[in-house]
């Protein structure tokens, strides 16, 4: 396998990483000012680097072809080319832009998080090569500058209109809690995960991309939806709204009911965490599930499966789609120990019927 010292033939000055991140609830909330709950994985993205004395910046990923390509440009050059360099010159490009000092450097990014999996990858790409670019420039930036930065180069230089949930849990989540964010606040509170819980994230085998067009679309629906309504952000609005967001035209209606009642099921999640009530937090996910598959129209029909099997299994609380949708992964929370199996078992059921190839992301072979 390649590493950095394969490629510039010197161990690197600087490594750095960030987790890959699964969100237990609160869905496509994120820009619309509202509430999410996502937690960090054991999957990591690694950038490794050196600084140059110049402005020119190599940089090649194990996880994007092999033999790994080695990529060049110069800070100040930055351009977009979509592709995935483009997240590389996004977070350079954003920080000059913010009037950090930076020069080129030789990087290596190797990467477990799946690519285009709803886990995440991108903002672990982002926050691991801001935590190497802090440490090897000598930055002045926090960590919930570092989940700043991180999103606005996804947003202006990439083009994928994300929210700011998956950096901060890049910047900010760890494995044994639950970052339950204010996104309009950007207030935030660790929630211990229940200990009698084991997460299970199933990869259905089919990616997505956030770049194209469908999170883009629904972002835009959301607007549209503020617009009509006279409301800043959904966010704004609450259950006790729904008889007047209804009358909205189809599919703006469905796009607000989803939103409004995601946010509350959030904030039960939050109480069911809490008080370790894991039968109605599951109860949560089922209910969150049907809101994306139903009304914010984000499910394909392999992850409706997954999440089908899962209720045959009485060891699974609950399960739904995690990530931006159109594909990904799903989430589940299983009676603790059963985790592995079950999640092998829903998985093997679930290649048989689709042909699809799934992944047993969460937990790892005991
Ligand atoms: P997700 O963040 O859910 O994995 P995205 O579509 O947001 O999916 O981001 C995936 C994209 O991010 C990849 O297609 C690639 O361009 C880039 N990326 C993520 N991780 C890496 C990596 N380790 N090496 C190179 N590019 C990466
Ligand atoms: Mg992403």
Redesign the pocket.
Known sequence: MTDFQDLYGSAPTVVADAP?RVNLIGEHTDYNGGFVLPTAIPQR?TVALTPRRDRAVHVA????GEPPALREYLIGMENPIH?????VQGITWTLRTAGQRIRGFDAW???D?????????????EVALLRALRAAFDLELDDLALARLGQTA?NDFVG?H?GIM?QMAASLADEHTALFLDTRSMAYQRVPLPADLDLIVLNSGVA????SGDYNTRRAECERACELLGVRQLRDLGITDLPRTDALPEPLNRRVRHIITENQRVLDAVSAMQVGDLPHLGQLFYASHASMRDDYQISVMEIDMIVELARREPDIYGARLT??GFG?AVVMLAHKGSGYNVGQRIAQAYAATSGRTPALLVPAKP
């Open positions: 890959g993205t990923s194990a996880n994007t592709d995935w360099i483009d997240y990014i190797s990467s998080v799946p690519l285009g999996s709803g886990l995440s990858s991108s903002a672990a790409l996804e994928a994300v998956d997505h991309d956030h770049a990530g931006g990904g």
